[in-house]
Every structure is written in structure tokens, then in C-alpha cells.
């Protein structure tokens, strides 16, 4: 059964700093993996899926990679601003499976 | 825009009391789930329709039911709520999926916020 871990569960960093978000998962069969971004009292947005065929995907400040074989896949946000503040979460996809999500990350940045 | 909308997104009921949660899609997915999330933890999934076929999550309690009467409209009824039963409700829609298949992004409404007194 797909588990999927994420660290650290908060962050708090300053303005304008690089970052890097954390996810594991366990088997490493999946199909696809998916970054959800969440605000407080929201539903989850999806900002990037990443295919088993694909190595990363971009859109603008944010860089998602996969790596299999290492049950493993970070998510980058460059130049963080404060509007970056949320939760980040990610999701595997499996063969015939609901996507499994990870508990999220809590992110703060502060101005 | 096509949008996943729910209401209302806040609901308060007294503990035993029946209450249900309400979703619509514009989008014409044919896949709709509805989500259990508590305060710093993951989703977690209660149940999911293919078109009008009803796919229960093994570990969903009893008390939880629902209904979908067409591909734009689904429901959550909590028969007897209980303390432990709140917690944010999020729908989600994605495009087919059989349960055969690999799936793909799934697209989340705002949620119901659901308190138990």
C-alpha cells in the first residue's frame, strides 16, 4: 500500500530565499505524482503532475522532480514571496488507485 | 469559469443531528470524491462515483453516505454526526477513471467546514 511522507511539516524561511519541499513515497511503481498548494480554510489547488516518463515540470517560480527510484520528489520555489504562504502537498497516482497525499508541508514567508 | 463549488462552506450541527454537504461541477467530469481532511493531516478519501457508479472506501464508517443524481451534483450525508466528524469535507472531480487506469489531476472545490457541537 503507496505511503507518502513529507518534511519537514513546517517551514519558515525569509523573503526572497530558495527553497526546497521534501516528498516520499514508498512504492515506487507510481504513475504520476502531483503538487497540490493549500490556503488555510481552502481546497487544494494543483500547481504541477509530473509523469512516471518525466524527470521535472516547471511553471514559473515552481520546479517539481521526480526520481523513482528513490521514492522521492521536490518541489522548488525560487524567490519565495510572501503570497507563497500555504500549504504544500503532494499526491502519488498508482495503477487502479485514488491518488495517496501526504500530510503537507506548512509554509511561511516572511516579508 | 467551470468551477467545483460546494456549499455551504460552513455548516454547524448538533451532535446526532443529520446533515448534508452539497457539490456541483460546471467541468462535465465524469469522476466526483469526496474528501475528509482534519486539522494538519492528509485527505483522505471516503468515497468517489464513476458516472453513477458508487466506489466505498473500505475504512468509510457506515455513517457516512452519498448520493449523486446526476453528472453536475453529488452529496455527503452524515447520518449522526459526532464530535469527532468535524473536520473539512472537499469535493474533487477529475476526468475518467475507471479505477482500471492511471488517473489524473483532480480539481478541488473550496470546501465545507463542518463543526459538531
Known amino acids: 500500500k503507496q505511503e507518502v511522507t513529507q518534511i519537514p511539516a513546517a517551514l519558515s524561511v525569509p523573503e526572497g530565499e530558495n527553497l526546497v519541499l521534501n516528498c516520499s513515497f514508498t512504492d515506487s511503481a507510481i504513475y504520476n505524482l502531483q503538487w497540490f498548494r493549500q490556503d488555510p480554510g481552502k481546497g487544494l489547488t494543483s500547481l504541477l503532475l509530473i509523469q512516471s516518463s518525466q524527470r521535472e515540470q516547471t511553471s514559473g517560480r515552481l520546479n517539481a522532480s521526480l526520481d523513482k527510484s528513490s521514492g522521492r520528489s521536490t518541489l522548488y520555489i525560487a524567490a519565495s514571496q510572501p503570497g507563497d504562504s500555504a500549504t504544500y502537498l503532494c499526491?502519488?497516482?498508482?495503477?487502479?488507485?485514488?491518488?495517496?497525499f501526504g500530510p503537507g508541508t506548512r509554509l511561511s514567508v516572511l516579508p | 469559469d467551470a468551477m467545483v463549488i460546494q456549499n455551504p462552506r460552513y455548516q454547524v450541527t448538533q451532535f446526532g443531528k443529520p446533515v448534508t454537504l452539497s457539490c456541483s461541477q460546471t467541468?462535465?467530469?465524469?469522476?466526483m470524491y469526496w474528501y475528509q481532511q482534519k486539522s494538519s493531516q492528509a485527505p483522505k478519501l471516503l468515497f468517489h462515483?464513476?458516472?453513477?457508479?458508487?466506489?466505498n472506501e473500505a475504512d468509510t464508517p457506515d455513517n457516512f453516505q452519498s448520493r449523486r443524481p446526476n453528472t453536475s451534483f453529488c452529496f455527503l450525508d452524515i447520518r449522526s454526526p459526532g464530535l469527532g466528524d468535524a473536520a473539512m469535507y472537499l469535493c474533487a472531480t477529475s476526468t475518467s477513471w475507471s479505477g482500471a487506469s492511471f488517473q489524473e489531476t483532480q480539481y478541488f472545490g473550496p470546501g465545507t467546514r463542518l463543526l459538531v457541537l
Open positions: 499526491a502519488a497516482g498508482n495503477y487502479g488507485q485514488n491518488f495517496v
Open positions: 462515483y464513476y458516472d453513477k457508479d458508487f466506489n
Open positions: 467541468l462535465n467530469h465524469n469522476v
